[in-house]
């Protein structure tokens, strides 16, 4: 007779009780039992969150075996992968081991499908026996080890005409896209920071295909390579590079662009800190800035446009919205030269 779980997961915190797993310091990574309600998932690769992966590789210095000793240590102390600097996790994909038997007939689930988590490796216990390769270029890693999903925990599975560390890649990032299609209209002009990267591209093309041919995308791209790949997207009615921690120029060039008019939708993909202030001052008084990176500080975003006079509405990136995993894997299926490049980077 299995245990009874909580939905939310609660049972498998260890430390401060009362919380639940994403902010908790421990939770119990014990999987030779599992609750009634929990799904035992077999990990193939971790897909790390961005931000989170770029502080380990440079703790790291780039060695390879210091990378493996972080995430280890993180793991070992946590029960989970919740980086202690960016507070961020990822997300994972993996095959079913096994369902619990008060999920058994409530799921469209079946041990041995293929899934991507669409939960924070930050609140999913985990277990790692060992690190097989890591892939610095994508976030990537390989492993051998054991996952839970909870009861509330959102997953895609692998669907059949993608590869799968194609689909794991888009789908890493499937709240960003899926939240550009809700905010933008017919029309508006979208900046995109952080423009060449994984999210970045897919906002674009999702950025184009809203705001029509009335709008107007803007990409901000920190290298030079991968403006020349955004470029040959063809996504983008601009593209620049520029250094998005330095507000000032960023400002002069949009200013440029708009005509003075500004954005009345800036996207922030990029993932390291200090980015908050070009995305708002880019931005019209009374526009929408969307936060979709996991180095933001909501404190230097709130006192910031605070201080500058703007009232711009700031959304938090939430990562999940509503058919983000359909809409994202759409966006691969319907554009060739996307799917192709994204094929090139990340499968």
């Known amino acids: 007779m299995q245990k009874k779980g909580n939905k939310f997961g609660t049972h498998r915190v260890i430390s401060p009780k009362g919380v ?77 081991e096994k369902i619990g038997d008060a999920l058994k007939d409530k799921i469209d689930l079946k041990e041995g499908d293929k899934i991507a988590t669409l939960v924070s490796l930050s609140l ?9 390769s890591i892939r610095k270029d994508v976030d990537q890693v390989d492993i051998e080890g054991k996952a839970i999903l909870f009861e509330t925990g959102i997953y895609a599975k692998i669907p059949s ?8 890649s888009a789908l890493d990032v499937a709240g960003a896209p899926a939240q550009t299609a ?20 897919l906002c674009c093309y999702e950025a184009k295909k809203r705001a029509g041919v009335t709008g107007r995308v803007i990409g901000l791209c920190h290298s030079q ?18 250094d998005a921690t330095i507000p000032v120029p960023v400002l002069e060039k949009i200013e440029e662009l708009t005509k003075g008019q500004m954005a009345d939708v800036t996207i922030n ?24 990176s996991m180095a933001t500080s909501f404190t230097k975003a709130a006192l910031g446009a605070e201080g500058v006079g703007s009232d711009v509405t700031m959304i938090v990136g939430n990562g999940y919205t509503k058919g983000h995993a359909e809409i994202t894997l759409q966006e691969l299926r319907e554009n060739e030269e996307l799917r192709k490049v994204f094929t090139e980077l990340y499968a």
């Open 20 to 96: 639940l797993p994403q902010p908790a310091d421990k939770i119990d990574n014990n999987m030779d039992e599992i609750y009634d309600n929990e799904i035992l998932i077999d990990v193939m690769t971790l897909n790390i969150d961005s931000a989170s992966f770029t502080q380990i590789n440079e703790q790291a210095g780039g060695d390879e075996e210091k990378i493996k000793e972080i995430m280890l240590d993180i793991v070992a102390k946590q029960g989970k992968h919740r980086n202690p600097v960016t507070g961020s996790g990822g997300m994972l994909l993996g095959k079913v």
């Open 124 to 132: 999913t216990p985990l277990r790692i026996d060992k690190i097989k």
């Open 161 to 168: 005409d993608l590869p799968e560390k194609l689909a794991l």
């Open 182 to 201: 809700k905010l933008v209209k017919p029309g508006d002009t979208v900046l995109i920071i952080g423009a060449g990267g994984k999210s970045g591209m």
């Open 225 to 242: 390579k991968s403006a020349d790949r955004l470029i040959r997207l063809g996504f983008c009615d601009d593209v620049f590079c520029a």
């Open 269 to 292: 993909n990029v993932n390291i800190p200090n980015t908050e202030m070009t995305s708002i001052i880019c931005t019209k008084r009374d526009g929408i800035v969307y936060f979709f």
